[in-house]
């Protein structure tokens, strides 16, 4: 059974920076597709940025390209955002995924494991 434990996140000034951590346990990490996604209030969960199971390849939605970096350390069973110029905009919740494969996907329902979420609070 794969558990997502996530750390990081927390309250801070627009143009500052923040580091999500999503620590799975399991056997399956090394070899899964690795994404976040988020919630923003009255929003529906949108997806965020991807990781290939090597880390090898990334892809990220529009609004966070050149200041969101998502990785990978399979020797850690640990994957990470770091989220640098943050906005008022980058605030919700945040949740990090498992995919059943190695290749991602930006689409919600294809994740089979989730994170317990944790709150990005970017004030203006």
């Known amino acids: 059974q794969v558990q997502l434990v996530q750390s990081g996140g927390g309250l801070v000034q627009a143009g500052g920076s923040l580091r999500l951590s999503c620590a799975a346990s399991?056997?399956?990490?090394?070899?899964?597709?690795m994404a976040w996604f988020r919630r923003a209030p009255g929003n529906a969960r949108e997806f965020v940025a991807a990781?290939?199971?090597?880390?090898?390849?990334?892809y990220y939605t529009d609004p966070v390209k050149g200041r969101f970096t998502i990785s990978r350390d399979n020797a850690k069973n640990t994957m990470y955002l770091q989220m640098n110029s943050l906005k008022p905009e980058d605030t919700g919740l945040y949740y990090c995924?498992?995919?059943?494969?190695?290749?991602?996907?930006?689409?919600?329902?294809?994740?089979?494991?989730w994170g317990q979420g944790t709150q990005v609070t970017v004030s203006s």
């Open positions: 399991g056997h399956t990490f090394s070899t899964s597709a």
């Open positions: 990781i290939t199971f090597s880390g090898s390849s990334t």
């Open positions: 995924a498992q995919h059943p494969g190695r290749y991602y996907s930006v689409i919600s329902a294809d994740y089979d494991y």
